[in-house]
Each structure stands twice: as C-alpha cells, then as structure tokens.
C-alpha cells in the first residue's frame, strides 16, 4: 500500500490538530533530576527558562533539595500540585523509565528524556527504551527523546534544553525553524544560521525518536505563522506520510523547507532481486519523496543554512534568467563561466536597455550581462544605482548578482547599499551581493540584502531559490483512479516474460509483437508471422535473466533459425514452459522503465537510459506515482543521455512523450496492483520518431512474509 494513501484530498493541506502544543508552549514544566548547578544537564534548562522569559510554573524534582536555583523543589513527580505540561527527565536508566511512567501516572502531555543508555546501546537499552514508549502511549502523552538534547521555543521561552550553545551564542526570535534528529548537529545549523544573521525562533532535537520524530515536530511548526524557513536533519524518515503533509500545508504558505538527510549510499538496500530494485536505492528513492513535496535537500549543515537569507528577503523568482553587475572585469567573466555551468540563463539586455546603460556608463563600458560598471564606480557612487534602476526594468532578469570584489577608501558602500535594498524593494527581484571584505558585507547585511564572500556561492545560493521556488510553485498529481489488473494465477515469485507483457499491454503500454511457442510448428508459424527479422528468448518463471544464461537470440532471418532456437532452448527449461518469438524491433535509442514498491514510501518508478550497461551507468531518475507526463519529460530531461534523443545531423528527434506516457501509465499500474506487484522491469524501451515500444519486461510478485497468513511482505 502506498504511504501517499494516508492522506485523502483536503487532509494535504489541513495537518492535524497540534498536540505538539503542549511540547512547544506548555504552561507548565517540571525537571525531574533538577540541579542547582546551571552547567548540569538537570541544571541547564533551568537557568534558560529563567533567562528567556518562559512564563509558566516552572517545578524542579530533586528528592535530595528543598530549593533549586531559588525555585521550590519536590521530592517527585506525585507531590507536585497539578499535572505539569511538560516534564524535562534528567535521570539515567531505570530512573528515567520509572519517571516517564510517573509522568503518564500523572497525566503529563510531553515528556523529554534527555539521557542516553537506551536503544543506541543495544538489546537491552531498547528494550528499556520500549518499555518507555509503551507507558507514554498507554495514556497518550507525547515522548520526546530519549538520548535528546530537548526542545527550545525562543517565542515563548520555553527551553526545555541542555546545549551549551544557547549559553555562549544568545538567541533571539526569529523567522527560522530547526529540527535535527542530532542533538550536536542542531547546534551546528543554529551557530551556522546565526553566524549568517538569521534569527532563529525553533532548535529541536528527536533523538532515538521513541515516539516524536522531526516529522511531528516539522508538521507542528509549518502552522505559526512567524516561521518563514524550515531548516531539518534527519537520519532516518520514520513518518514519510506526516513528513508529506508537513511539507505540503508548508508548500501551500510558500515555506520553504530544506533538509539534510544523511546516508547517500547504497549500502541502504539490503536484496534486490530485479535490476530496478538494485538501482532505485534508499538514497534516490528519498530525492524523489522530497522533489514531490518541495523538500530542498542539501548536502551538509553549511549548505543547509548557506541560501537561508536569499529565502527570507522574500519574494520567489519565476526563472533562472540571471545578471551579474560588477565594478571588476575578472567578476563578469567568471560570473558567465558559472552561470553556464550551473544552468543559470544569461540573457542578452534588450536594445532598449542598452541604450539606457550606455547613458549612464562611461563610454569604455559595454552594455552587456553581465555588466562591467568599470573603475568609474570610484568617481560616480551612483553607477549601482543607476544600473540597478534599469535593469529592475528589463524583464529578462529573475535573479541579479551584484559583485563587489575590492571596496575601500573612496568607495560610497553605504550608498551602494542603499540602491542595492531598494532595488530589492521595488522591483521584488532576488539579489545577492559578493564581497569578500566583512565590513563591506556588514554593510548590505545591516540593510537585509543577502550577502556571501565568495561570488560562486552567492550564485549557487540563487540557483537554489531559482530551483526550489519552481519546486514550491508546482501541484504534483494527487489523486487519479487506477485501473486494477488481475495477475494470473500462481505462485511462482517472477512471472515468465508472456504474462509480463500481456500485463503491460492491458494497462494500457505497448509491447512487441510477440507468440509464445510450445512445439517447433509454433515457431516456425511465429517466424512467418512475425518476420522478417526475429527474437527468440526462453520463456519461463524459473530463468527471470535470460541473456545471462545464453537463452537469448537476436536478428533470426528464417524460420529454420528460429526452430534451431527452440531446440537448444527447450531442453533447458521446464517442461510446461516454452519460447517467446518476438518481432525485433529497430529503435534508434534504447531506455528502460522500472518500478518498485518500497517499504517506507511505497511505489517509486524509475525512468532511464537502457540496454545492457542500464546498471553500470545508471543513468535513471526516479518518481512516486501519480505523476503526470510533464514531471515524466522533466525526469527524462534530467538524464545525461537526454541529448540523444533531440533531433541530430537531419534526423527528427525520437518521441519522448510517448515514452513519458508509458512511465505514467506503469505509476498508475502499480498503485492499481496496492502492493502484490513488487518490482517490474521494462528494458529496453525501443523509442523511435514516432511511439516506444516495450521489448521485454519482468514481473516479480510480492511474495507473503513468514507468519503473516499470505499476505505480500
């Protein structure tokens, strides 16, 4: 069954209530192993509490003390005179599941369990941990943790927290919003956002993820209003369906979300039987989930956080059309040379335009993109400004660079500021500014100009907004009935090549002509049917990978020939079973389509380069059906052998739409088929000037898990 189910129609933009409140803004908190030192784990979220202005009643625990940093003090969780909200555990071990099931005793809502020594040890701190769980679910309260460094909620004050970090660095509100599964790693993105200027009202960190994941916690924070960026590190993504509708309800307000999720390789997928299984690895298969829901993936904390300014400057560019505007000629040239390898449009200003600019620059200047403003900007301050005002008026500029490599005495930067923030004002342009130098940066910085030291990475953060923004502005399918196709009967786990293809061929894809022969008269009628050049391959359940096992022959020019084949074929194979002839096909580029369903995001569709380096080159992209054909040619666009199929030397490009009808068909087949269908391989694809054709295909059911009565695993 595929996750995206869970979420019917309106359900996508309407996240349930927030029963996280409690755990963000409770009006209550105790901390069970309450110290009076500030720099203890018990001591520290006291002291913040204090400091940045929670509200609430706060209760220390501590058995041992009558006050705890000038707080009253209870010896436990059943002497306090009403149900805290929320309780921060600061105890080890028994102590810590003993508090957690006092907490529900109690009729907690939250509760955090910052120590460690649980399911990240081994058998019997997960069975520790468990046993937490469970009591915390018995009645409903949420579980933070354990192994968590807790919850901070600079809004409200509520910094159920142990870093050091909020003790040496000083949070203020702000627009951002954090939630790490790593404790370390939250801190990391908070001194990485502030370091950039940004202002941070939410730092989460999971944990072992007992019970709350950063999915909860994302799909709380997506609904206040004053969070303008979402900023996650996950290791694992236990709650893909909550995650969906998080980052949908959050696609609806134009929020950005942007994530880290680590583990890239493919030592994710444990046995893959199919060729698609073995290539649409976890790690893809997560690129997909995440470009469906307008997920930006980075690749590290630094890269997570290094466009954050660009995204709160507000507005969204509708295009990658970019300029570059620079007081230094090796700054143009190396802006062009980025911009072509980054995909960023150049485009050439209209005659209009370079009219203006020619106006306003001294007369050694070219009115080109991008534009050299020459060392005159040291005589004429306002060549920026100038500049700036005409390009706001060309409307073949989504994205603008300004690139300021050297600014010292003589230089207006406060002015150069200034016409940089009002360009952004009035022409609602995105606009970065390069500048190696700090205190030119401060500068643009003090005015909310997005600001980088290094030209590359101001235009790799505008290819991001570019890229995401395109992300956030499209409505992927969500609902479209399925056509459900029976399988034939039998148990056998891979369907022999003629089942595959008749499946194929009634949900809608076309396939080869092909016959299934039994005797040596049905090959040489299928030859003459079929003819004049052949395929002749074994049919059978048992051998799923013909060409391995040399029960493959092509271009067959006789009905003898084909006969031959079967001979040598037929003792090989089961008795039952016999041999496929085929009519061969002659297509100029050969893909593949493939689908799979996977346990945690359920079908996933792979579109790529084929024939028989498929795996080695593995030249594919991915999707989770619905899809429709338009996101079906954008995958096909993203291959690397997507030149090859544009027309070349005279000869008329070869039909991807057909090919991209065909991925869209195989996504509706396998929601239809709800999971008794495992993987299916399509390779190759003969495309051709007009149409695609299947040539071959495989089928693998899903076969029934041990002990669950037949049903698919």
Not at 36 to 44: C, L, S, T
Not at 64 to 86: H, N, T
Not at 439 to 462: I, K, T
Not at 471 to 498: C, H, Q, S, W, Y
């Amino acid at each position: 069954m595929s996750w995206d189910k869970e979420l019917d129609g309106a359900a996508k933009l309407r996240l349930p209530a927030m029963t996280l409140r409690a755990a963000l803004a409770p009006r209550s908190i105790a901390v069970v192993g309450a110290s009076d030192n500030p720099h203890k784990v018990g001591g520290r979220p006291i002291l913040y509490l204090k400091r940045y202005g929670y509200r609430g009643a706060i209760y220390p625990i501590n058995p041992g003390r009558a006050e705890v940093q000038g707080l009253k003090a209870y010896p436990g969780i059943g002497e306090l005179p009403e149900a805290p909200e929320l309780v921060v555990i600061a105890v080890a071990g028994e102590d810590a599941v003993r508090a957690v099931e006092a907490c529900a005793a109690k009729g907690v809502k939250v509760a955090v369990v910052m120590t460690s020594g649980f399911g990240e040890t081994g058998a019997d701190g997960k069975a520790a941990q468990d046993r937490m769980a469970a009591a915390a679910r018995a009645t409903g309260m949420r579980l933070v943790g354990p192994n968590c460094q807790g919850l901070a909620n600079f809004a409200t004050g509520t910094v159920a927290n142990f870093s050091t970090i909020f003790n040496e660095m000083e949070a203020r509100d702000g627009p951002v919003a954090i939630v790490s599964q790593s404790g370390a790693c939250s801190q990391a993105i908070y001194i990485l956002a502030r370091q950039r200027g940004l202002d941070v009202r939410h730092v989460h960190a999971t944990g072992n993820e007992a019970d709350v994941t950063v999915a909860d916690l994302a799909a709380e924070i997506v609904q206040e209003e004053g969070v303008r960026l979402v900023l996650l590190y996950m290791e694992a993504i236990q709650r893909p369906a909550m995650l969906a509708q998080a980052a949908e309800f959050a696609r609806a307000r134009d929020l950005p979300i942007v994530a880290v999720k680590a583990g890239r390789t493919e030592s994710g997928v444990k046995a893959a039987s199919s060729h698609t299984g073995a290539l649409a690895s976890e790690d893809r298969v997560i690129d997909a989930f995440f470009a469906r829901h307008a997920i930006w993936r980075a690749a590290d904390p630094e890269a997570l956080v290094s466009a954050g300014q660009l995204y709160l400057q507000g507005g969204r560019p509708n295009g990658r059309r970019f300029v570059a505007v620079s007081n230094s000629g090796a700054s143009c040239v190396m802006a062009a040379d980025a911009a072509e390898e980054l995909g960023l449009a150049l485009p050439e200003f209209t005659g209009h335009t370079r009219v203006r600019l020619k106006k306003v620059l001294p007369a050694f200047a070219t009115p080109a993109n991008p534009l050299d403003v020459t060392g005159a900007l040291l005589t004429n301050s306002g060549l920026f400004g100038e500049a700036l005002t005409i390009l706001g008026e060309e409307d073949a500029c989504d994205l603008l660079m300004l690139a300021i490599p050297i600014a010292g005495a003589g230089y207006d930067v406060p002015l150069f500021a200034h016409d940089a923030a009002a360009f952004r004002q009035r022409y609602g342009r995105s606009i970065a500014v390069a500048a190696p130098q700090a205190e030119v940066r401060a500068e643009f910085e003090q005015r909310g100009v997005p600001v980088f030291a290094r030209e590359r990475d101001a235009m790799l953060g505008l290819r991001q907004l570019a890229a995401h923004s395109a992300l956030l502005r499209a409505r992927p399918v969500t609902d479209r009935a399925a056509k459900t196709i029976p399988l034939p009967g039998g148990r056998e786990r891979f369907l022999n090549e003629f089942e595959s293809l008749g499946l194929l061929a009634l949900a809608g894809i076309a396939v080869v002509e092909h016959r299934l022969c039994r005797n040596e008269a049905e090959a040489r009628a299928a030859f003459n049917a079929l003819g004049p050049t052949v395929v002749a391959k074994a049919c059978s359940s048992s051998v799923p990978h013909k060409t391995e096992q040399g029960l493959v022959r092509l271009g067959l020019l006789s009905a003898d020939e084909v006969v031959q084949a079967f001979r040598d074929f037929k003792p090989r194979l089961p008795a039952a079973d016999g041999v496929l002839v085929a009519r061969q096909v002659a297509g100029r580029h050969e893909l593949a389509l493939g689908a799979r369903v996977d346990a945690l995001f359920g079908p996933v569709v792979m579109i790529g380069d084929g024939g028989i380096y498929l795996e080695a080159l593995k030249d594919f992209r991915l999707l989770l059906p619905p899809f429709d054909g338009a996101e079906a040619l954008d995958a096909l666009s993203q291959l690397r052998m997507a030149p090859l199929l544009e027309a070349q030397r005279g000869r008329p490009a070869l039909d991807r739409q057909a090919v991209a009808r065909m991925a869209v068909v195989l996504g509706d087949a396998m929601l239809g088929w709800d999971g008794i269908v495992a993987s299916v391989d399509v390779n190759p694809v003969m495309v051709l000037e007009s149409g695609a054709v299947a040539a071959d295909a495989l089928i693998e059911r899903a076969m029934p898990a041990p002990g669950t009565g037949g049903r698919p695993a």
